[in-house]
Structures are given as structure tokens and as C-alpha cells.
């Protein structure tokens, strides 16, 4: 059965990428809408080769739409999530603003899809911080294997995480330093060009900032209350992509060889993990893939049951468009119409 799809924030990064997402994947639709806000009116955005014209957030009637994507922020999810619901339609909302809510499922669909079900107490589904979604598929089977006990998470996270006026300051801040022009600093809270920031959204009273707590709140919601988590998240110089070293202690015996199978098998990975010059994973290479990938699998001989990874993901796919396009795809299959 085609359903009829709402894109909220298609004008942006993760919005554009939710429609390629759509035509690639060939999701059943019956009619794709593209909503902005009003300065955006009329602004062309395309579904495959069919241009959308982009309506206006303020003043669509939801009424007849049975799914809205959105990308458009928190504030902009909360007012609009009432009337969206009142509508009959169900939002996938990328924002933090409605993740921790207990009657909002927080969904990757290779890790929890069975609590989409739970979508009708507020007609809403959140997707996961990008740095979760990829941590956490990567976590999921070898949870399964062997319970985890303990993950130490070190992020390494591009700047298209934090949007277009992210991107733009690392174009200008490396053009102007390459130019010896003066570099100016707007988004970022220090130089990110040739720099990294171990600082991504707000400090918290504990020390962490919001995204490190993200990643331990999430997990516990997703995967796990019992695994103990800690983080530190690095923004980098890196366009688009985000890396993650893993440090993961489990709570028995675990086989090197085993795990790097498991990880080979298991849905949306992809094992490349060499031990040579090159034979590991970076941003540049997954790119527009919709796989996590997986290198440098090795043991940690200063624990008792302990494994180091390195995982790398598109975090505008796997971490916004794609996992939110896959709960769709779930919710559209199963519970639907049923």
C-alpha cells in the first residue's frame, strides 16, 4: 500500500538526504510533500528526477498524510507534534526533544524495532542522536554474544552533524587560513579548522556535555540500562562522516575471531579490517553508504573480557535520513493499516 509522506525541514542536510533515501530504498508512496518554514516557499528540493516544490510548514493541513520525517529541530517537532497527531499522522522526529519521553519509542531498526509498537500513545517515533545509532548497531550483536558490561566511547564527529552553518564555517576558516586571510569563529566555540573541539552542544553541571549524555541516555533506552557508558565527543575537521573508538569490557570470556564473524554477519555492517597499511575505514570512504563500517578489531589485555573497535558511518544517513527512513519502512510493514 502507497502512503503519503511529509518531509519536515527539506531544505536542509538530513531533509535532502531523507528523499534520496526514499527513492533509493523505493518506500511505497503514494505523494511526497516537502515543508519548510516560510522563507523557503517555492524552493525546489527533488524526489529522484520529480521537483517539490516546498509548502509551508505553518499552514499545511496533515489531514490525509500518514507519515512525517522531520528535521526541522526541537522546538519546531514540539509545536507541531499536537497537530500533527490530531491529524492521524505519525512523526519520526530526528530531534533530542521527544527521545527521552517514556511514551515515544526511541527506535534502530536493527537493534529495538519491536518497540515502534508502542507508537500510538503519542502518534510519535524518535530517531536517535547520530553518534547513538551507529554505536548502537555496532553494539547490538556482540551484546547478544557476550552481555556487555562496560563501552568507553570516544567520538569523533564531523561538522555536518552540526548543520549547513557548521560546514560553511569549516569551508571559510580553511580557505582563509590557506589565503592567510583572518579566521572568524561564529558556530564553532573555538578554530575547528585544523583543530579539533572536544565539545559538542552544551556543558551539564557533571562535567559531560548534552551529546556525551545523549549517548548514555540512549543506550540505556535502546540497548541496555546495565551498560555502563562513558563518552567524550570530538568535533573534528571532517566535512561529513563520523568515527567512533570503541572500548568495550564484557561481562565474560569473549573470542577475537567470533566477534569479528558476528560483526560480518549482522545487519547493517560491513567488516573491513585489515592489519596493514590502509586496511581500515575512514570517513572519506563511507560517504554516502548506508552500512556502519567496522576496523580494527583487536583484544585489550588491560581488562579481563575486553575488545577495542573503530566504527565509521554517514552520520547524515545511518544517523538521521536512512535509520529514520528504515523506522518508516517498519512501521509502514507492520503496523499500518493492520
Not at 528535521?71 to 526533544?97: F, L, Q, R, T
Not at 573534528?236 to 567512533?244: K, L, T, Y
Not at 564484557?250 to 567470533?258: G, K, R
Request: glycine fraction near 6%.
Amino acid at each position: 500500500m502507497p502512503y503519503k509522506i511529509a518531509i519536515i525541514g527539506a531544505t536542509g542536510n538530513v531533509g535532502r538526504e531523507m528523499l534520496n533515501v526514499l527513492e533509493e530504498r523505493n518506500f511505497p508512496v503514494s505523494e511526497v510533500i516537502a515543508l519548510a518554514s516560510r522563507r523557503s516557499l517555492g524552493t525546489e528540493v527533488f524526489f529522484g528526477n520529480e521537483a517539490l516544490k516546498c509548502q509551508d510548514l505553518a499552514t499545511y493541513d496533515f489531514a490525509g498524510t500518514d507519515i512525517a520525517l522531520a528535521s526541522a529541530g526541537g522546538s519546531i517537532s514540539a509545536e507541531y507534534a499536537p497537530k500533527i497527531a490530531a491529524a492521524g499522522c505519525v512523526m519520526i522526529d530526528n530531534s533530542s526533544h521527544f527521545r527521552m519521553d517514556p511514551d515515544v519509542p526511541l527506535v534502530v531498526p536493527e537493534v529495538n524495532p519491536e518497540a515502534i509498537a508502542g507508537y500510538k500513545k503519542k502518534m510519535i517515533i524518535a530517531n536517535p542522536n547520530c553518534s547513538t545509532a551507529q554505536m548502537m548497531v555496532t553494539l547490538k550483536p556482540l551484546h547478544d554474544y557476550a552481555k556487555i558490561k562496560r563501552v568507553v566511547v570516544s567520538t569523533y564527529q564531523s561538522v555536518s552533524g552540526g548543520g549547513k552553518s557548521a560546514m560553511d564555517e569549516l569551508w571559510h576558516q580553511t580557505r582563509a587560513m590557506i589565503v592567510n586571510d583572518p579566521v572568524e569563529t561564529v558556530h564553532f566555540t573555538k578554530q575547528i579548522a585544523f583543530n579539533v573541539i572536544p565539545h559538542i552542544d552544551v556543558f551539564m553541571k557533571d562535567g559531560d556535555t548534552k551529546e556525551e549524555w545523549k549517548m548514555i541516555a540512549e543506550t540505556a533506552k535502546i540497548l541496555d540500562p546495565d551498560i555502563r557508558l562513558t563518552a567524550t565527543c570530538v568535533r573534528v575537521p571532517v566535512f561529513a562522516g563520523h568515527a567512533e573508538s570503541l572500548n568495550i569490557e564484557f561481562e565474560t570470556a569473549v573470542d577475537e575471531n567470533e566477534i569479528r564473524d558476528l560483526l560480518r554477519d549482522a545487519p547493517g555492517l560491513a567488516v573491513v579490517d585489515k592489519r596493514e597499511d590502509g586496511g581500515y575505514v575512514t570517513p572519506v570512504e563511507c560517504a554516502g553508504e548506508y552500512d556502519t563500517y567496522i576496523s580494527r578489531i583487536r583484544r585489550d589485555s588491560s581488562v579481563k573480557h575486553g575488545i577495542n573497535l573503530w566504527c565509521v558511518c554517514d552520520n547524515l544517513l545511518k544517523g538521521a535520513a536512512l535509520n529514520t527512513v528504515q523506522i518508516a519502512e517498519v512501521l509502514a510493514e507492520n503496523y499500518l493499516n493492520k
